[in-house]
């Protein structure tokens, strides 16, 4: 069965540093989607891409976010400069066109910041 | 603006016992629901969808849930637990608007004792 995988599982970075999150959604689908659970809390939208560009984003989404899709198959998120309140837990998410389709979800990368 | 309340944060349930974890919604237009579930470090896996059709709607894992419109609810339930189920599970709406982004509930953990 396709799956959504995401790398790496568990990413430790110093305050201030650049992280790139990586992701391959499943190979037909063509809705893109990052979201973010804070530990403890629940699960936030971040941002839905596609087409090759973002349609949609939440306030958390800033300047020090942005997302890619460099090739076919993977879909990246970048923080430019993190914070520690940037430590979560981020999901990235695939789903087929149309109405009503569920979204798959990869196992999540762990990020900490120091 | 779409929104889902998931008024427990815990249910216990003995193995072998019915469970029924509660979520209620709120939308503008018609309700796109679904429910995901969490195990411990690991990511969202999908378990069911309404759409449209019949109130009662199977998915994975011998789990239900049952639309209620008078009532805009839709609660998750299973006629007999296992102590497998234990986990947190996540009722989510789709956005009406934009790219359908999930809007979650806060979580439920369901505590399944032998």
């Known amino acids: 069965e396709p799956e959504v995988t995401q790398t790496p599982s568990h990413q430790v970075t110093q305050m201030g540093q650049e992280v790139i999150l990586r992701c391959v959604p499943i190979s037909n689908h063509l809705y893109f989607y990052w979201y973010r659970q804070i530990l403890g809390q629940k699960v936030e939208f971040l941002v839905s891409f596609y087409n090759n560009e973002i349609s949609e984003k939440s306030e958390i989404f800033d300047d020090q976010f942005s997302v890619e899709r460099p090739d076919g198959s993977n879909f990246t998120l970048k923080i430019r400069s993190t914070k520690l309140e940037d430590s979560a837990m981020y999901f990235c998410?695939?789903?087929?066109?149309?109405?009503?389709?569920?979204?798959?979800f990869g196992p999540g990368t762990r990020l900490t910041v120091l | 603006a779409q929104s889902v309340a998931q008024p427990e944060d815990q249910v216990n349930v003995a193995e072998g016992n019915p469970l029924t974890v509660k979520c209620t919604y709120s939308?503008?237009?018609?309700?796109?629901l679904f429910w995901y579930v969490q195990y411990p470090n690991r990511g969202l896996q999908f378990l069911l969808k309404y759409i449209t059709g019949d109130n009662l709607v199977k998915g994975s894992y011998g789990f239900e849930a049952e639309f209620n419109k008078s009532q805009t609810s839709f609660h998750l339930k299973k006629p007999s637990a296992l102590v497998s189920d234990s986990a947190l599970y996540f009722c989510?709406?789709?956005?009406?608007?934009?790219?359908?982004?999930?809007?979650f509930g806060t979580g439920t953990r369901l505590l399944v004792s032998p």
């Open positions: 939308v503008s237009g018609n309700p796109y």
């Open positions: 998410a695939s789903r087929l066109p149309g109405q009503g389709h569920e979204q798959f």
């Open positions: 989510a709406v789709r956005d009406e608007t934009g790219f359908q982004k999930l809007v």
